[in-house]
């Protein structure tokens, strides 16, 4: 079965730049999603196909895929980012997720 | 306003059967996919199910295969999952999700908290 590896988390200094990445075989072949989830909530679509942006969301988030490696930007990070992220790809019929990163804004 | 309303978690014993509800409205239900993902206490997200919007095509979890059966009333506007032969480890907030065009999940309920302990 196909297998998405996330860190488990990644600070970043407030204002600055927070990348997330996931890991995958030939990854840059599928669409990656991207979600938030802060505590007690519900997770939220924030990036989907690799690099579109839901409604709603910041121009700070963004994505990218290639390769083997699909990763989420956060620019201009901000104290409200604070969550788990969770990638997630479909593969052979099933929907796959990766670990989680816990994001920590310092 | 897309809204997705899940219902029916509760304590059971292993082995004990459970069946969750997921209240649609704001879209139109019978056009889409839908995919049960649950979430065990302190821990990541795991798919559980998917249901095409004609139910059609119904895929699972190995971890759940054999044992749960997803369904939907698309005249009712709800999806469903039955549950049957409980363990502990299907401990977890289960979500109803809405999915569209690569199978991203556009919209999550606020999830229903199944626990299985004897």
């Known amino acids: 079965s196909y297998e998405l590896t996330q860190p488990l988390s990644v600070s970043v200094a407030l204002g600055q730049t927070a990348r997330i990445t996931c890991g995958g075989n030939?990854?840059?072949?599928?669409?990656v999603h991207w979600y938030q989830q802060k505590p007690g909530q519900a997770p939220v679509l924030v990036i989907y196909?690799?690099?579109n942006r839901p409604s709603g969301i910041p121009e700070r988030f963004s994505g990218s895929n290639s390769g083997n490696t699909a990763t989420l930007t956060i620019s201009r990070a901000q104290v409200g980012d604070e969550a788990d992220y969770y990638c997630?790809?479909?593969?052979?019929?099933?929907?796959?997720f990766g670990g989680g990163t816990k994001l920590t804004v310092l | 306003e897309v809204q997705l309303v899940e219902s029916g978690g509760a304590l059971v014993k292993p082995g004990e059967s459970l069946r969750l509800s997921c209240a649609a409205s704001?879209?139109?239900?019978?056009?889409?996919?839908m995919n049960w993902v649950r979430q065990a206490p302190g821990k990541g997200l795991e798919w559980v199910s998917f249901?095409?919007?004609?139910?059609?095509?119904?895929y699972f979890a190995d971890s759940v295969k054999g044992r749960f059966i997803v369904s939907r009333d698309n005249a009712r506007n709800s999806l469903y999952l039955q549950m049957n032969s409980l363990r502990v480890e299907d401990t977890a907030v289960y979500y109803c999700?809405?999915?569209?065009?690569?199978?991203?999940?556009?919209?999550w309920g606020q999830g229903t908290l199944v626990t299985v302990s004897s």
């Open positions: 196909r690799d690099t």
């Open positions: 249901i095409t919007s004609s139910s059609r095509y119904l």
């Open positions: 704001g879209f139109t239900f019978s056009t889409y996919s």
């Open positions: 030939n990854i840059g072949s599928k669409n």
């Open positions: 999700a809405r999915a569209q065009g690569e199978l991203e999940l556009l919209n």
């Open positions: 997630q790809v479909w593969d052979s019929s099933t929907v796959v």
